[in-house]
């Protein structure tokens, strides 16, 4: 039985895209940079996104840095409150809190901005533990994050800890952390990319994600 139950954020409880996609062409209008192609700009929905600049753009360690710094800079003000929730999202979560399960957010947004998107849907209060990634860089990789979430939840049987997540790298944080996941096809990953990457359930919509937690 599944009672613990971790949530991915961008592309997984809300489309952030618009907001991501638009702090990242701000940053590289600094550089003289001009980025409509969805399928890069897709790439920064995941990882960190130092990782995202130096692979996509060629940018040194300290120039992607840079360049986080600018996407942040136009992200707190404006590109945070460019998104939307999931349909039947909030319905899962509350369901989820009134059959007693333990509910985490584990994102690698940072963790400051994370809140802020919740608190905005008011869904906040239906989390037991929110585990984001931290400004200075201490805590960014999504295996990490999940890491961090269970010891914060004090999960010692894995067998009962299940992360939902939209890309290949939260399947990937949970394997490594040895539990199970259920890659979700509304977000930004395929069937391919989920399959490859070793989820143990697909999901199209939040009823479900609710039928495989209730299921197993």
Known sequence: MYNYILFDLDGTITDTGEGIY????????????????ETTLNGFIGPPLVDSFMKYYSFSQEK???????????????????????????????????QGKTVILATSKPQFFAEIILKQYDLLKYFD????????GALNYKSDIIRVALEQSS??????????GDRHYDIEGAKQNGIDCIGVLYGYGDLD??????????????EEILKIINEN
């Open 64 to 98: 992607a840095l840079q360049a986080v710094e600018y996407y942040r800079e136009f992200y707190k003000s404006k590109g945070i409150y460019q998104n939307t929730l999931y349909e039947g999202i909030p319905n899962l979560i509350k369901t989820l809190k009134q």
């Open 155 to 164: 999960v010692t049987d894995k067998t009962s800890a299940i992360m939902i």
């Open 129 to 136: 533990c929110v585990v984001g990634a931290t400004f200075d």
């Open 22 to 37: 638009s702090g990242v062409i701000y940053a590289l209008e600094k550089y003289g940079i001009t980025e409509n192609n």
């Open 193 to 206: 990319e989920l399959k490859n990457a070793g989820a143990d359930y697909i999901a199209e919509t939040a």
